[in-house]
């Protein structure tokens, strides 16, 4: 079975300084791994993906992503918040063997202050 | 479309009633995936299509839930005698089909939010 843990329910930051959301996952194949954010009132939006190679992953507005084979963590940073980045960030994963849907962590609230 | 059109954006019931939710996705897109998202939680995988017939159905609660997608296109989500805790946003989500279909990006509506009095 494939699981994703967000460990914080919160993380807050100030703006201008860096910022971690962290995730850590189970597959029992290779993962595919997704971060997903949500602003109050609409849709899921895409941020970036990990598939395979390169194991820091750049995404829109700024935003990276660490894959850790060993540790199996996939934890999005940002080096400069914004205010605007305050939002729910959820990670997902999906085995690439398997066959199976995406399976999305309970989310990280980020909030950025002033 | 240019986006996953869900509809209605918002709908109201009363427990024991029969709701339908219906999903447009991309043009194009072969897959299409339910999720129910809870107050505080992440989105919890409910179905998805490849096509018309459903690849994986295992999320679906109870048999008071059931989807189709006669077309291969548009979907709805049915549930029959409602529960209080039915209450949730209903996501609907395409994506494309390639080789490597794990690895394609899901793009989601705005949601369906059901509410059970």
């Known amino acids: 079975a494939q699981s994703v843990a967000q460990p914080e329910d919160q993380v807050n930051v100030a703006e201008g300084n860096p910022l971690t959301v962290k995730c850590t996952y189970s597959?029992?194949?290779?993962?595919?791994l997704f971060w997903y954010v949500q602003y109050p009132n609409r849709g899921l939006q895409f941020l970036l993906k990990?598939?395979?190679?390169?194991?820091l992953v750049k995404g829109s507005y700024g935003f990276e992503a660490e894959f850790n084979k060993s540790q199996t963590s996939f934890h999005l940073k940002k080096p400069s918040a914004l205010v605007s980045d305050s939002a729910l960030y959820f990670c997902?994963?999906?085995?690439?063997?398997?066959?199976?849907?995406?399976?999305f962590g309970k989310g990280t609230t980020l909030s950025v202050s002033s | 479309g240019a986006g996953v059109s869900q509809t209605p954006s918002n709908k109201v019931t009363e427990k024991g009633k029969y709701v339908e939710l219906r999903c447009d996705p991309i043009?194009?897109?072969?897959?299409l995936y339910w999720y129910r998202q809870s107050l505080g939680q992440g989105p919890e995988f409910l179905i998805y299509?490849?096509?018309?017939?459903?690849?994986?159905d295992s999320g679906l609660p109870n048999d008071r839930f059931f989807a189709v997608r006669p077309e291969g296109s548009v979907s709805t989500l049915k549930i029959q005698r409602t529960e209080r805790g039915d209450s949730a946003v209903y996501l609907c989500?395409?994506?494309?089909?390639?080789?490597?279909?794990?690895?394609?990006?899901?793009?989601f509506g705005a949601g369906s939010r059901l509410t059970v009095l």
């Open positions: 989500a395409s994506s494309l089909t390639a080789r490597a279909s794990g690895a394609n990006v899901l793009t």
């Open positions: 299509f490849q096509g018309t017939g459903a690849a994986d």
């Open positions: 043009s194009g897109h072969t897959a």
């Open positions: 997902a994963v999906r085995d690439s063997q398997a066959g199976t849907a995406l399976i």
């Open positions: 597959v029992s194949g290779n993962p595919y």
């Open positions: 990990y598939i395979t190679g390169d194991n």
